[in-house]
């Protein structure tokens, strides 16, 4: 069995409670994606993967079940209300198995744009009423049905990234009312770093949701110090605005990729070689810290984590010997051991080879 290179500085002692999206946080969350549209959420593995993200001092993990998106405004969906029918085990599992491991979780929904024609979420809006009408009616659908499957979910959020729909007030109002009708939790939206001031119904949700990709220095070469004067700037700029409408905030995304414009642009997926390193170490420090520090942002969902035994993706990787530590000294000031189950992954990738072999 492979280790990762962690020394065990003080035992696991430490424990956090894990409680919902209010005054009472912090919220120490992953976001766990997935390999395959979400199947993955639904194996034994999710067991495993959850205890590891628990040991880091985590107390919140989410998922983000995929709805498809088109130009014409229909989402893909399927309906679970017909007698006999259920929501799929990927949305349902995963709720039972975090508050198995004493977990919260949330669940946020993402539209799958790509191959779609829109560049991003944000780009998502429809040229007719006819086709907007499509859109709310079929958006409406999806989310519901998320909602209820997910009622024991501990937070939800009715919608991610889409700047391009906010102006439709009476829309957001009408579904966050009726998602309130099927589901008990906490309740919020997932906003874009650069448009969460135009969200006109933060005051029909519980905690303000913003995906944290703030850029935070411009400089080719950002000091530590340069890094931490963004983050009193930005914190002071959230803790304004949070006052402001009488709501904490909850960065629902916050990332940060090996890239040597990661500082200026944290939402890019751009990946450079291992010289820009320190960097990714040095803002993933930086901004743990500022988080813990500024009592008007209740936490954070880190992305991004992916079910064992493939925990790291290609990108904004998290599950890696270098940052775990970095997460878990912020969170609770001890660097664990976590094991790796490499006959897991043997078999994973045997599988892969098998079905690639098939198709041939």
Same mark, same amino acid.
Request: charged fraction near 30%.
């Given at each position: ?91 349902? @599992? ?39 009408? @499509? ?178 993706? @290609? ?46």
């Amino acid at each position: 069995m492979f280790r990762y290179c962690f020394i065990l500085l003080f035992g696991l002692g430490v424990a956090f409670e894990a409680r919902a999206f209010d005054d009472a946080l912090p919220v120490r969350g992953i976001t766990i994606s997935t390999h395959g549209g979400g199947r993955d959420w639904a194996r034994d593995e999710m067991v495993s993967t959850l205890r590891d993200i628990k040991i880091l001092g985590a107390n919140w993990v989410a998922i983000h079940p995929y709805a498809g998106i088109s130009q014409d405004g229909s989402v893909g969906l399927r309906r679970f209300e017909g007698a006999g029918d259920s929501a799929p085990a990927h949305w349902t @599992r995963p709720i039972v198995e975090a508050h198995a491991q004493g977990l919260k979780i949330c669940i946020k929904p993402h539209l799958a744009y790509w191959r779609s024609g829109f560049e991003w979420r944000g780009e998502i809006a429809f040229r007719s009423e006819e086709e907007w009408a @499509r859109f709310w009616a079929d958006y409406r659908a999806w989310i519901l049905s998320v909602a209820h499957a997910c009622k024991d979910a501990d937070a939800f959020v009715v919608g991610t990234e889409l700047d391009k729909t906010l102006h439709h007030e009476a829309e957001w109002r009408a579904l966050i009312a009726e998602v309130r009708k099927v589901y008990r939790g906490r309740v919020t939206y997932a906003a874009n770093w650069s448009d969460y001031k135009r969200v006109p119904f933060w005051d029909a949700l519980d905690v303000i949701g913003i995906q944290g990709y703030f850029p935070i220095s411009q400089k080719e070469q950002p000091t530590e110090a340069d890094l931490r004067a963004g983050w009193e700037r930005l914190a002071e700029e959230l803790r304004a605005y949070g006052e402001a409408i009488d709501r904490n905030i909850v960065l629902t995304e916050l990332g940060y990729n090996q890239s040597y414009r990661t500082a200026a642009e944290p939402w890019a997926y751009r990946v450079d070689d291992a010289g820009a390193r320190p960097l990714q170490e040095m803002c993933w420090r930086v901004a743990l810290e500022a988080i813990e520090n500024e009592p008007r942002i209740a936490g954070a969902l880190l992305w991004k984590w992916f079910p064992n035994p493939r925990p790291i993706g @290609r990108d904004f990787q998290l599950a890696t010997p270098r940052i775990m530590p970095i997460i878990a000294r912020a969170w609770q000031g001890e660097v664990p051991v976590i094991t790796f189950d490499e006959e897991a992954y043997k078999r994973w990738r045997e599988a892969r080879r098998r079905r690639r072999s098939n198709r041939d």
